[in-house]
């Protein structure tokens, strides 16, 4: 039996300013962004937040509105537009913010994932010439390194694909949006932030390609 399904309308939406990220706290509130706003609910029972967040630091959201993620009890958004990254702490207070790379104003053009051990990932899909994402401390914006984008996942863009990038138990997921592989980059053999420095090169980030064959 597939499960019932339910809708609210969110208020404070309009056409030109629709939701683009969504994240979940450890509370189990809702966290949902769009190109002027981040709304919070406590649940989808109704369409109306119990709290409004306006504060973005130095400007405005950019035109590609917020992407959102949870990690150790920070909300993170990555203004897409500005190409930087604020942080929030679970009340929604405004803490900080750092310039970050790979940012784009398209729809599904950037993604970003943070990881509770404090590594921020961005990585940029609608360049066929930005071949690497950016390893980040995710409360300082310190660049630790980069990784390579797989060959599918630079100018996915144009094929009309959407990549989604994901932290899940010490693993950095990746979709490449235009064919069914999923790559999974091993993140247990990168030191801890603060010991970064000692670490001369990425030769430890290992990654695994699990391709897919669709069945016909």
Do not use: C, W
Request: charged content about 15%.
């Amino acid at each position: 039996m597939p499960p019932a399904q339910t809708s609210v309308i969110l208020t404070g939406f309009t056409a030109a300013q629709m939701p683009v990220g969504l994240a979940v706290s450890p509370d189990q509130k809702f966290y949902v962004s769009s190109r002027s706003a981040i709304q919070v609910h406590p649940d989808f029972t109704t369409g109306t937040p119990t709290t409004v967040i306006t504060d973005f630091g130095a400007q405005a959201l950019g035109s590609g509105g917020a992407k959102l993620a949870f990690a150790n009890n920070t909300l993170y958004a990555f203004d897409l537009g500005n190409s930087r990254e604020l942080r929030y702490d679970a009340s929604g207070i405004f803490l900080s913010e750092f310039a970050v790379a790979n940012g784009s104003t398209s729809a599904g053009g950037s993604a970003f994932a943070v990881s509770d051990r404090g590594f921020l990932f961005t990585a940029r899909f609608d360049d066929p010439n930005n071949t690497l994402g950016t390893i980040y401390k995710a409360t300082t914006g310190e660049v630790l390194g980069h990784f390579h984008l797989p060959y599918d996942v630079d100018d996915p863009m144009s094929n009309g694909g959407r990549p989604v990038m994901r932290v899940i138990d010490d693993r950095l997921i990746l979709t490449s949006g235009t064919g069914a592989n999923i790559y999974i980059y091993d993140l247990a053999a990168i030191p801890e932030p603060s010991t970064y420095a000692l670490l001369a090169s990425l030769g430890a980030l290992v990654l695994v390609a699990i391709r897919r064959r669709q069945q016909t």
